[in-house]
């Protein structure tokens, strides 16, 4: 166990600057780890490990398996810090080929549900008979949906004893499912779109039109050519700027691999020519330099349970960084969220140009 904490203790969070006291790993990375070391040997499936704790930590691992961006890029560069051999993450477990090296999978409890039911499913399919999944936990991010899901596809479920407010879900599978009983993705029609928009498990309102995106969809100009979605979920933003920029260029970037595949599925059901996507944190600009004319910006307010202004922030930076000098960030944020006067401190000017009783929608310059 000295050698575990030693690695853990190593690790960084990506983006680093974020509140020090957040830790890249908690104790139900610990409590797997701990138990894993029972059933070294055994070949393990990692999904949605956050750091790197359980990628660098356990024996014999067949595959690490990521929807998000930043856990991709944070346990890459913590393979390079570590000086660790790194085998490629891979983005979707439809990736995954070596199912039969596979006796244990350690799936991380991730915020959206319909993300692990989705997951479970799968796995359901393709594991063979006996296979152990373990669902490591903090017990106040622990939904009755854990067991329920994973009763429903595996069969019998048990937890492991709580320590420093951490659990194990277990579930053994007892018969593998013929066929895959799942509803993902989505295929939902939107109110003023023609064709209905397919979305898969880990998108942000997969199953309708969120209200705050229902009135920015209201309130996109025209007139631009290069333009970016900044956290594009399904591309819904995307596709209607491009309903009235029709020779512009459309390109979304966001944080969930699912969330890019949406958005090119939907866009290319729309239009003939292919968008530009960048699976990414915000708009990091240590990977890129492409600048736009117009940048259209519906921020998220969590990074999985981590609440806060702080991607709203980082993206609001970032597109100051990719405009070209006297392009527009339009952002749409809860009124309360005052985003207006972050956008002034970074752009030196900001004017609500739209709003309703929940949203505001705010026009920025860069001169
Ligand atoms: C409020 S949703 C908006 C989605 C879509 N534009 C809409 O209006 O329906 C915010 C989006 O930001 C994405 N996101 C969260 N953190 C991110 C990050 N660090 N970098 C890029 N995108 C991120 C989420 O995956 C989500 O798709």
Known sequence: MDKIFEDLSKLERYPKDQDVNLRPYD????????????????????????????????DNVVDVVTDSFISFHGITKNAKNLGRELRPIKKSLEDVKEWDKID???????????????????LATKLTE???VICPAMIKHLPKTVFEVLESNFGKTWTSLAKKKARLVFGKLEKNSVSRLTKYPLVVNFDGFVKPFTNYSNVFSRSKLDIGTRFFLENI?????????????NGVVGIKAKLVNPEADISFADESAMAIRSAKVNFENYFADEPITFWTNCFDSEFH????????????????????????????NDAFQSLERGGLLRVIGNRHLNYHI??????????????NSKFVIID????
Request: proline letters at 4%; glycine letters at 8%; charged letters at 25%.
């Open 130 to 132: 006996g296979t152990e």
């Open 221 to 233: 100009p025209t007139g631009y050519r290069r333009i970016l979605d900044l956290g594009c979920g």
């Open 289 to 316: 330099d492409e600048k736009f004319d117009l940048i259209l910006c519906n921020p998220p307010f969590h990074q999985q349970t981590i609440v806060g202004d702080f991607i709203a922030l980082q993206m609001f």
């Open 27 to 58: 104790a139900a990375d610990e409590l797997v780890l701990e138990y894993l070391l029972q059933h070294r040997g055994a070949g393990v499936l990692i999904i949605e490990d956050r750091f790197g704790a359980l990628t660098f930590n356990i």
């Open 342 to 355: 972050k956008l002034k401190q970074i752009f030196g000017d900001s004017k609500t140009i739209a709003s």
């Open 364 to 367: 920025c310059h860069k001169r």
């Open 104 to 122: 244990i999978v350690v799936f991380k409890v991730p915020k959206n549900m319909s993300y692990f039911e989705d997951v479970i499913n799968f």
